[in-house]
C-alpha cells in the first residue's frame, strides 16, 4: 500500500517568499501533523489535522499555518521566509489517534537563501 | 511539559556486539511510547509502540521495553545495516509526539 507523499522533496527559497508543502496521508487515514526537524532543535511539532479541523497547534509563529482538504490531503504554507525556517518538513499520518501511531514521509527538505 | 531524553547521543559498535539504548521521559497521560529509526535524508520509520510499563516488544535485532519512567532499545548482535539515528517519543495530554535527541548508531563490520 503507498505511503505518505510528500511534495516536493526539495525547495530553495529566497528570504521574505513564501512557500505551500503538500502531503498525501495513507489511504484511509484521517490525521495529518506536520513536524519541523533541524539539527539543534531536533523534532517539533507544528500542527495537526483531523477531519479539515486543527485540532492541535505546536509553538510555531503565525507564520505557519496549515489545510486539510475532504480527502484527507494536508497542505503547510510559510510566508515571509526566514533563514531559520531552512529545516526538513516531515508530514505524518495515523487513523485518527496519536496511540494508532504516526507515519511519516520522507519530507520536503526546505533551504531558504 | 512532556520531555524525552535520550542516551547516549551516538554510540559506536562493532559487528554483533549487543547494546542498549535509553530514553528517558516525562509526560502527563502517556498515551504511547514509540520509537522510531531515521536514515539520512528520510523521514522516520516506524519501529514499535509501548503503551504500558511491563510492556516488550522484539522485531528481528530490536527489543523495545517500557518502565514508568525509562525506554530501552536493546540491540542484539547488530549488523551494519542497523546503522541509523534511533529516535524516542511519547505521545501524552497535548495529543502531539514529543521526541527526543536521538541516538547515532554505527556499526562497523
Known amino acids: 500500500k503507498a505511503g505518505v507523499t510528500q511534495t516536493p522533496r526539495y525547495l530553495i527559497k529566497t528570504r521574505g517568499q513564501q512557500v505551500t508543502l503538500s502531503c498525501s496521508p495513507i489511504s484511509g487515514h484521517r490525521s495529518v501533523s506536520w513536524y519541523q526537524q533541524t539539527p539543534g532543535q531536533g523534532l517539533q511539532f507544528l500542527f495537526e489535522?483531523?477531519?479539515?479541523?486543527?485540532?492541535n497547534k505546536g509553538n510555531f509563529p503565525g507564520r505557519f499555518s496549515g489545510r486539510q482538504f475532504s480527502n484527507s490531503r494536508s497542505e503547510m504554507n510559510v510566508s515571509t521566509l526566514e533563514l531559520g525556517d531552512s529545516a526538513l518538513y516531515l508530514c505524518?499520518?495515523?487513523?485518527?489517534?496519536?496511540?494508532?501511531?504516526?507515519?511519516f514521509g520522507s519530507g520536503t527538505r526546505l533551504t531558504v537563501v | 511539559e512532556d520531555q524525552v531524553t535520550q542516551s547516549p547521543e551516538a554510540l559506536r559498535l562493532q559487528e554483533g556486539e549487543s547494546s542498549s539504548l535509553n530514553c528517558s521521559y516525562t509526560v502527563s497521560g502517556l498515551r504511547g511510547l514509540f520509537w522510531y529509526r531515521q536514515d539520512p535524508g528520510k523521514g522516520p520509520e516506524f519501529l514499535f509502540t509501548l503503551y504500558s510499563a511491563g510492556e516488550e516488544k522484539e522485531k528481528e535485532r530490536l527489543k523495545a521495553t517500557l518502565t514508568k519512567k525509562e525506554s530501552f532499545l536493546h540491540i542484539t548482535a547488530p549488523k551494519p545495516e542497523d546503522s541509523a539515528t534511533y529516535l524516542c517519543?511519547?505521545?501524552?495530554?497535548?495529543?502531539?509526539?514529543?521526541f527526543g535527541s536521538g541516538t547515532r548508531l554505527q556499526v562497523q563490520p
Open positions: 505524518a499520518s495515523s487513523l485518527a489517534n496519536l496511540g494508532d501511531g504516526y507515519t
Open positions: 517519543a511519547v505521545g501524552g495530554g497535548r495529543r502531539a509526539l514529543t
Open positions: 489535522y483531523f477531519s479539515e479541523t486543527q485540532r
